[in-house]
């Protein structure tokens, strides 16, 4: 049986991520309150805005930057798109 969790951005019981996603107190905390499906949204929000700011995951002012997004994604406000974010087709 899958673990499962009370997701913190869905709002609701669902499958649980099987491993911390990110090292540390940050990583344990969302294993324990974000879904699978949660952690993808994620996922999919990160590579845009590394499309859009044209980040380098691997420079300490970029990771640092994404790290406050994903606490704000999943505990804080939210994580907003880049104003001049157009989605693909429109």
Known sequence: MARTVKCVLLGVEAEGLDKPP??????????????KE?????????TMLIN???LSP????????LVAEMEK???G??????????PKGQ
């Open 38 to 46: 949660a952690w993808q949204r994620w996922v999919k929000h990160q």
């Open 52 to 54: 859009e700011y044209r």
């Open 58 to 65: 691997i420079e300490p002012k970029a990771r640092k930057f």
């Open 73 to 75: 994604f999943f505990f």
């Open 77 to 86: 406000e939210g994580s907003e798109k880049p104003t001049e974010y157009v």
């Open 22 to 35: 990110y090292p540390g107190e940050l990583g344990q905390r969302i294993y324990d309150n974000v879904s």
